[in-house]
């Protein structure tokens, strides 16, 4: 999500020392169970600097046909944990005709690691700014037209390794959309974001 406009340094430097400093301290804590992370596909206004859910986000096989997404959801840490959330579908051939589109749902977390970054944006309209954090998070989902796949949620805020992306990649069935479609300035697509709450017991 960091690399939205040039302009964000600057957005930063009025946000706050309390807000970074908290979101620097996310990717050290020893996550107990019961922890909840809620990943977005993210909307973003550029004049305002918020970001907001109901974004979307693409991707591309190798023949150049693509998987568009949208969609949120929580999953939660532990042997009890579960997961929630889903979106929508659309995918298009090599020559950008809409070749099938419906919803799909999350049905399992395969993996999830936070990484080191603080939030570029001053305003956050989906939770707690200072519970933001970068990582990557590995999903398995169910589309409603009865195939499976996996769906990877990659976020960097401001400081992510440069190792990091920033977007989705999607298999479904025995397509694999491996070619993240990067973000650019100024365009309101292919972002994501983590929002990290600590159990209520910790």
Not at 24 to 33: H, R
Not at 70 to 84: H, K, P, R
Not at 106 to 120: D, E, F, I, R, Y
Request: hydrophobic residues 35%; aromatic residues 6%; negative net charge.
């Amino acid at each position: 999500m960091k690399d939205l406009v040039l302009s964000r340094r600057q957005l930063l430097k009025g946000a706050g020392a309390a807000g970074v400093l908290g979101a620097l301290g996310m990717p050290s804590i020893a996550f107990a169970d019961g922890t909840t992370v809620r990943w977005d596909i993210i909307s973003v206004n550029f004049i305002t600097g918020t970001l907001s859910a109901g974004g979307m986000a693409s991707a591309d096989a190798v023949d150049g046909s693509k998987i568009t997404l949208t969609g949120s959801g929580t999953f939660q840490l532990g042997e009890d944990g579960g997961t929630n959330g889903g979106g929508s579908w659309t995918t298009f051939s090599s020559r950008g005709a809409s070749t099938g589109s419906g919803t799909y749902r999350t049905t399992a977390l395969v993996s999830w690691t936070p990484a080191p970054g603080t939030p570029p944006l001053p305003n956050d309209n989906i939770g707690v700014r200072a519970e933001e954090s970068a990582g990557l998070a590995v999903l398995r989902i169910r589309y409603s037209d009865g195939s499976q796949g996996l769906l990877t949620v990659s976020c960097d805020l401001v400081g992510t390794p440069a190792s990091v992306f920033e977007g989705i990649t999607a298999t479904k069935g025995f397509v694999d959309y491996w070619n993240r479609e990067k973000p650019m300035p100024g365009v309101d697509a292919n972002r994501t974001n983590f929002h990290v709450t600590p159990s209520s017991e910790d």
